[in-house]
């Protein structure tokens, strides 16, 4: 690990301005990912701006039935927080899937939204990655090259890795948004659609954070209802990417919403297959997964994905 100044910020106001102020800069919350890529030398941040005292640690109603989850409110607090559990359990059950309750403890809700679109060739710097050094290319599309986990739709001729967060996609059926503040303490929402941006030639830029911008909330809309459901296959039971997950709501009336994990860059949902529903898996995964670009590795990843919804469907 290379070395590095630290400081701690008072409220996120001074947080997005030092960050501004301190080129390279980057927020530390419960440092789950962020450690492990300074260990690796990934990244290399030349000043950590410590935010866990900045007041970001409460889950609050909204004025229109919804409730703001702070951005350091941890994963073990949110998943398990009563008003989680009742109104939106598609989200409980997606945060305690991910990582270990060890991790879960410590990593913070800002921090899960920000955790790098990687891969295994991203982690070894012997290998080119565009993530790490734009226009380096990109080992995962090199000949002979292992892509069995890797992003089927949502991705480039420079990049197909997929977003590896589980809440996020929770977050995604939810139609949740991420509130944030930049260095003039301007603040604004930005739907996971907006704030997640696709690889296209600059796969190094993940989302639509400006210099020092710092998340500092994401709201969550009035409760939806219906039957909610989260899946999540990988190769073992615990401490594990997925390889496809879906987040499901059904509603009485035959509507709902379907997103997918593990596929793409992003979490992964178009309004058009959530209008397929009643028609069955398939007829929601032609709308889904339309414009896929599969390898010969992870082309199991659309049937996956079918079946995975389609078992989900038929529970009672």
């Known amino acids: 690990m290379k070395a590095f100044s630290f400081e701690r910020a008072i409220d996120a106001a001074q947080a997005a301005k030092r960050a501004f102020e301190m080129p390279g800069s980057k927020f530390i919350a419960g440092g789950t990912n962020l450690l492990d890529l300074m260990k690796h030398e990934i990244e290399v941040p030349p000043h950590l701006i410590d935010v866990t005292h900045i007041g970001l640690d409460e889950i609050t109603a909204t004025d229109d039935g919804g409730l703001r989850i702070g951005a350091l409110v941890s994963n073990t607090a949110l998943g398990a927080d009563e008003r989680i559990r009742r109104d ?36 070894d710097p012997k290998m080119p990655c565009n993530k790490r050094e734009p226009g380096a290319g990109c080992a995962a599309l090199d000949e002979g090259a292992d892509t069995r986990q890797l992003g089927v739709i949502g991705t480039s001729d420079h990049c197909i890795a997929t977003h590896p967060s589980d809440m996020a996609v929770a977050l995604r059926v939810l139609d949740a948004e991420v509130e944030t503040i930049d260095p003039e303490g301007r603040t604004r929402r930005l739907t996971l659609d907006e704030f997640y941006l696709l690889p296209d030639d600059t796969p190094e830029v993940e989302n639509a954070l400006s ?106």
């Open 211 to 316: 210099p020092g911008e710092i998340i500092t909330a994401v709201v969550l809309p009035a409760p939806v209802g219906g039957t909610q459901r989260y899946f999540k296959v990988r190769d073992r039971a615990s401490y594990a990417f997925a390889l496809v997950s879906v987040a499901l709501i059904e509603q009485e009336n035959g509507e709902g919403r379907v997103a997918l994990g593990g596929v793409a860059p992003r979490p992964w949902r178009r309004d058009d297959a959530d209008a397929e529903l009643a028609n069955g898996a398939t007829a929601v995964m032609a709308k889904l997964l339309d414009g896929a670009r599969p390898t010969p590795d992870n082309a199991y990843k659309l049937v996956l994905a079918e079946r995975t919804l389609a078992a989900l469907l038929a529970k009672e």
């Open 88 to 123: 939106y359990p598609v989200l409980s059950r997606a945060l305690f899937a991910g990582a270990s309750s060890q991790l879960r403890n410590k990593a913070s809700t800002g921090g899960n939204l920000l955790q790098r679109t990687r891969c295994p060739y991203f982690f």
